[in-house]
């Protein structure tokens, strides 16, 4: 058995996983976002730890035989936030997250600090990385950053107490800007432009290497056995791709969780900072990837849920039943609740609704909203497309993969087949267990298996036509109100 834990940003979410790739069980536990000032963005470490406690009395409490055989942990986490400790690894202040804008100007001042950054590291320099945060502490917070003796990501951070060992992986480290992406090594340069050195870093091990083993004392009171092994693990969308199989140059899927990510895999480092795209580490050796990143997706469904007072299965169905794949009369959403990225790289973007009239209802704002994250995609899409990655298949997985509507609606949009897998919205904590079984010795082919399909959605050619006008007043609208 292989336990999967995913540290993702609402939710920390268990998996249980047999040795012939089944699952048995999952559970999880809900997290909570603080927003103290705008732009800010932080939870508590410890809030982590008690959320997946309880997820694992939970998993543990449904399959009870099961839980006692499992011989390895694999990890997957949010990534680019950063956990401060000190000389005691008592954590300094709450966690800055991947969605916090607050060092805006930190990302200018480390461009100019180091200008090797984008061949280095691969990315621009944006506020939900790891490195300007840092800058960010050091300017504001100078007591605090005084007394950092190790800086964490939040997945390395529960490492930290299933273990006791300062332990990250590539695909992680990829988020920080700190990392040589191509040698898959910490930079000191880039480390140096923060005020840091290698001291302050995690060791490195591969996604699917070991890392350490569980703690004696957690092992008993969980009731495992002795030597249970942690394997490195990855950054949630690495661990993604580990869990749908795609591991082999040219596969990629779109992830519709709190962010939109749209993730191809490559065989070799390929930086295209100018676009806003991101080239990391994948969670194999010898594999890296592209990635664009919107900081808002089915987490604008979520917003618009509690906006309306209405749970996302009663708006889906009322969607469903008035049938209009392209609504013309709907106002067009910009889905930028929290700035944005790719293509923007844009913190102070805003969200939007645009066009409202007397008779707009509350199904015409619905699709608004999930044509507007659909538009963000689209716009991730064309910045791949610019990098030299083409695809005409991708896997839809995360909480929005539940709508077909939307599904659909995407395949359309992005004219791309999307396909559902079976048990898509386990996500990164199916990978995270696979990682577990390869560092336990499983083989990439017999464990990194695709899920069987089970729905296909092929674009429509005269819808994709239908909503091409709209998709250039959804871009004409972000660049009208830059800046405003």
């Known amino acids: 058995m292989y336990l999967g834990i995913d540290l993702g ?27 103290p000032q705008p732009l800010w963005s932080e939870q508590a470490p410890a809030d982590w730890w008690t959320a997946t406690q309880a997820a694992v009395a939970t998993l543990r409490a449904a399959h009870p035989d099961e839980f006692a055989q499992v011989r390895a942990i694999g990890l997957s986490g949010q ?12 954590v300094l202040r709450p966690a800055i997250l991947w969605n916090d804008g607050r060092c805006h100007a930190e990302c200018a001042e480390l461009e100019a600090a180091a200008p090797a950054l984008h061949a280095i590291a691969g990315n621009l320099a944006m506020p939900g990385f790891t490195a300007p945060k840092l800058l960010w502490v050091k300017k504001h917070e100078p007591d605090v950053f005084a007394r950092v003796t190790s800086v964490l990501l939040p997945k390395d951070w529960l490492r930290l107490q299933l273990t006791g060992d300062k332990v990250s992986d590539p695909s992680d480290a990829a988020g920080t800007l700190w990392l040589d992406v191509a040698r898959r090594d910490w930079s000191d340069e880039l480390l140096a432009a923060t005020g840091l050195t290698r001291a302050h870093m995690p060791r490195l091990v591969e996604a ?19 030597e249970v092994i942690v394997a490195g693990g990855a950054g949630d969308n690495a661990a993604s791709a580990i869990g749908i199989g795609a591991t082999a140059p040219g596969d990629g899927f779109i992830s519709l969780g709190t962010s939109g990510v749209l993730f191809v895999v490559n065989d070799r480092y390929r930086p295209n900072p100018a676009s806003a795209v991101h080239a990391f ?9 592209q990635m664009s990143v919107m900081l808002s997706a089915a987490s604008c469904l979520r917003w618009f849920c509690q906006l309306v007072g209405q749970h996302e299965s009663a708006l889906l169905a009322e969607l469903a039943r008035d049938d209009r794949t392209v609504n013309d009369r709907a106002p067009l959403f910009l889905p930028y609740l929290a700035g944005e990225r790719t293509p923007h790289n844009d913190p102070f973007a805003p969200g939007v609704f645009h066009g409202l009239k007397a008779a707009t209802t509350r199904a015409d704002c619905t699709y608004a909203v999930l044509e507007g994250v659909a538009f963000g995609l689209a716009d991730g899409l064309d910045a791949l497309r610019a990098a030299g990655t083409e695809v005409s298949q991708l896997s839809l997985v995360g909480g929005g993969s539940r709508s077909p509507y939307w599904a659909q609606l995407i395949a359309d949009v992005l004219n791309v087949d999307i396909v559902v897998h079976a ?4 996500g990164g904590a199916l990978g995270a267990a696979r990682l577990g079984w390869l560092a336990a010795g499983g083989s990439v082919d017999a464990v990194c298996t695709r899920p069987a ?19 250039a007043r959804f871009r004409d609208l972000y660049q009208r109100l830059r800046g405003a």
């Open 9 to 35: 940003t609402s939710e920390v979410k268990l998996l249980l996983l047999d040795g012939r790739g089944h699952t048995i069980g999952s559970a999880g536990n809900t997290l909570t976002l603080a927003n």
């Open 453 to 471: 399909l089970s729905a296909r959605h092929t674009p429509d050619p005269e819808r994709h036509a239908r909503l091409a006008p709209r998709l």
């Open 281 to 289: 580490c994948h969670a194999l050796p010898q594999r890296w990837h």
């Open 208 to 226: 699917s290497e070991p890392s350490g083993v569980l703690r004696p004392e957690l092992a008993q009171a969980w009731g495992l056995g002795a």
């Open 79 to 90: 990534m680019h936030g950063a956990v401060l400790l000190d000389a005691a690894d008592n």
């Open 423 to 426: 048990g898509s919205e386990a």
